[in-house]
């Protein structure tokens, strides 16, 4: 069932996922397509999410968007979703809801700076920006980045401060699976009022829309989207995994079926986040009775082929 509409204001809006906005030239929504997104989200009881260029918007938009409920995503800290682009341990957040997007090479060589990011943001998430040119050597080190980065992890909650990273914590507290499930629970507008899947399906081929404002998505296949329907996932206990459907479908053609980058780097984090709850355990009341069980697989689908 949708439960969310993310509207991207303008073809330049920040990218806050894994595919980057390959569009430079400005292309504001016009007042009147606002207007019939509002009016969607409203009919269909949606969450609205904006999501923002980096150039102040006419008055007469900020009325409007400030008229309904609604969460803003844009390069900008102190709104509710701050995105940063690139590891920058001096970004000025307080307190924010912080998305860095960044490549594997670039996070990996920049714990302290990640550190410094956690110890003032409310939650970080981290976006990989290269998951699909991800070697084997690059997954190995992703590995040994996340240990290092448990270890930080476990100092800082024994110290009494605990930080919030997807790529760690979200996992010690989800008892089911918790994904982006685009096209299925949310859809996005763009700039001219065709809806895609999401900024990604966009970005990438704009003719790959699945409707149009005010009609509403009309989505063939779009089971094929859902859990359910999702035969490695729906065994899988990677439950922090954003589970993308882009990323699935660029590297196995399948929108429901994960490719390995996408299952090693969630089982890796997954593991992890199982080692941060054995060292905290103890000294976490309210994580004593949570259990991450023991595995011997990063991707699902070879338990499968067993
Ligand atoms: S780790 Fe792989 S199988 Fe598990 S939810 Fe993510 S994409 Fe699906």
Redesign the pocket.
């Known amino acids: 069932m949708l439960k969310y509409l993310v509207v991207l204001l303008d073809r330049t809006s920040a990218a806050f996922c894994h595919a980057d906005n390959p569009y430079s030239v400005r292309e504001l929504m016009p007042l009147p397509v606002l207007q019939e997104a509002l009016l969607f989200a409203m009919k269909e009881n949606l969450s609205v999410q904006f999501v923002y260029p980096d150039y102040e918007l006419p008055d007469e938009y900020v009325s409007m968007i400030d008229s309904v409920d609604h969460i803003d995503i844009r390069h900008v800290v102190g709104g509710d979703v701050c995105v940063l682009d690139g590891m920058d341990g001096d970004a000025e957040i307080d307190g924010d809801n912080v998305v860095i997007r960044t490549t594997s090479v670039e996070l990996i060589d920049n714990l302290p700076s990640l550190i410094g990011l956690m110890s003032r943001a409310t939650h970080v998430a981290v976006v990989l920006t290269d998951m699909l040119s991800m070697s084997d050597e690059r997954l190995g080190r992703y590995g040994e980045f996340l240990s290092d980065l448990e270890r930080e992890v476990a100092g800082m909650i024994q110290s009494g401060v605990v930080p919030q990273i997807n790529l760690l914590t979200d996992r010690l507290f989800l008892a089911e699976?918790n994904?982006c499930n685009a096209g299925w629970e949310s859809v996005t507008v763009a700039p001219d009022g065709r809806l895609y899947v999401c900024p990604a399906f966009y970005y990438e081929d704009e003719s790959d829309s699945i409707g149009r404002l005010p009609a509403g998505p009309d989505m063939r296949n779009g089971r094929l989207l859902r859990l359910d329907h999702?035969p490695?996932?729906r065994r899988?206990d990677?439950f922090q995994?954003r589970?993308c459907v882009w990323l699935n479908r660029k590297l196995t053609l399948e929108v429901n079926t994960?490719g390995r980058e996408?299952?090693v780097v969630?089982?890796l984090e997954r593991n992890a986040s199982r080692r941060l709850l054995e060292r905290i355990r103890p000294a976490v009341d309210f994580l004593r009775d949570n259990d991450i069980c023991e595995i011997d697989y990063l991707d699902?689908f070879e338990t499968i082929r067993l």
Do not use: E, T
């Open positions: 699976m994904n999702a490695i996932c899988c990677a995994c589970r994960p996408q299952c969630s089982h699902p």
